[in-house]
């Protein structure tokens, strides 16, 4: 009996005991996160190198259209990227510094809407602006601007300018719709901390616009920048639903193939060496961008 009521393996102090009480609840969520994070990207390795153990499946990802796939894959999500902060740097400026602030809410809750909604439904309502007889096409034709619908949905092809693919319209403003809300969320949180006075000062002393950006603007706010292209990009890369509903047939994707090695080759152990290989390039590019403490502050508030 001795034994069990023998408590020196207890914290003493207050402080202790609430350390291995913070230890306790931290644990649950902890092994959660592994058990739904962690364990299936380690099936999916494994798979990847099955059967028995072999790197075949990862020597033919450099044969076939995969390495275009992939290319075209990161070169649009570093394309739509880029559109979504030149959209948003002058948005969150003027919605931080310029707007009256009896307004702000209500513009920031209406310019962050898609988030709300879900993201297949904004999908299909650019079929239905843009198909033959979609709303842009029924007003061109009524007024007279064109004499037949414009091929505007799924139309054409990514054109390539050296290392980027630039998407087709209909995918290009789908994917814009979709993810620019999450650029313009961190962008204002950069942007509202930003000390408008040494806008002011540098326009005293004679800088421009240009310079005043350059010099003053993003150097405060490239963590927040940065942070929200990290958030962006990886999923543009790798998003399903918007390339298989508006790309062009030529415009395939990474996920698109991964799911047709997945479902229709059934292919298991290549579609996971394709999975991991893309993940792994992705991750890279994650952690160069995390390697400033800016943006490791941005992206922890998220």
């Known amino acids: 009996m001795s034994g069990l009521t023998d408590r020196s393996w207890w914290p003493s102090t207050p402080a202790a005991r609430g350390t291995v009480a913070d230890a306790g609840l931290a644990a649950l969520p902890t092994a959660l996160a592994v058990a739904l994070g962690v364990v299936p990207l380690g099936f999916l390795f494994v798979e990847s190198v099955s059967p028995p153990v072999t790197l075949t499946n990862y020597a033919a990802l450099g044969g076939s259209v995969y390495p275009d796939v992939m290319l075209r894959s990161l070169g649009i999500g570093v394309v739509i990227t880029g559109i979504c902060l030149t959209v948003a740097y002058p ?5 931080a510094h310029r707007c009256p602030a009896r307004y702000r809410l209500a513009l920031l809750v209406s310019f962050t809407l898609p988030l709300w909604l879900n993201y297949v439904v904004l999908n299909y309502t650019w079929v239905w602006i843009l198909a033959e007889n979609g709303l842009v096409n029924v007003l061109l034709t009524e007024t007279g601007l064109a004499d037949r619908p414009l091929d505007l ?3 054409g092809a990514s054109v390539v300018v050296g290392p980027f693919a630039l998407p087709s319209l209909s995918l ?3 994917f814009v719709h ?10 204002y949180v950069s942007m509202e901390r930003l000390d408008y006075r040494q806008v002011e ?5 004679g800088a421009g616009p240009v310079r005043v950006f350059r010099d003053i603007i993003v150097p405060e706010t490239y963590g927040g920048a940065v942070a929200g292209a990290l958030i962006v990009y990886a999923r543009i890369a790798g998003a399903f639903a918007t390339p298989q509903i508006l790309a062009a047939p030529s415009e395939q994707l990474i996920a698109q193939v991964i799911t047709a090695q997945f479902y229709d080759v059934l292919n298991y152990p290549f579609a996971a060496a394709l999975s991991v290989a893309f993940l792994a390039i992705v991750l890279v590019g994650f952690g160069i961008g995390a390697l400033s403490s800016d943006v490791r502050a941005e992206l922890g508030r998220w």
Do not use: E, Q
């Not at 979709?178 to 962008?187: A, F, K, Q």
């Not at 000062?201 to 002393?205: F, Q």
């Open 91 to 95: 948005v969150t400026y003027w919605l």
């Open 153 to 155: 949905l799924r139309g």
């Open 172 to 174: 290009g403003l789908g």
């Open 178 to 187: 979709i993810y620019l809300p999450y650029v313009l969320l961190t962008m």
């Open 201 to 205: 000062a540098a326009r005293d002393l």
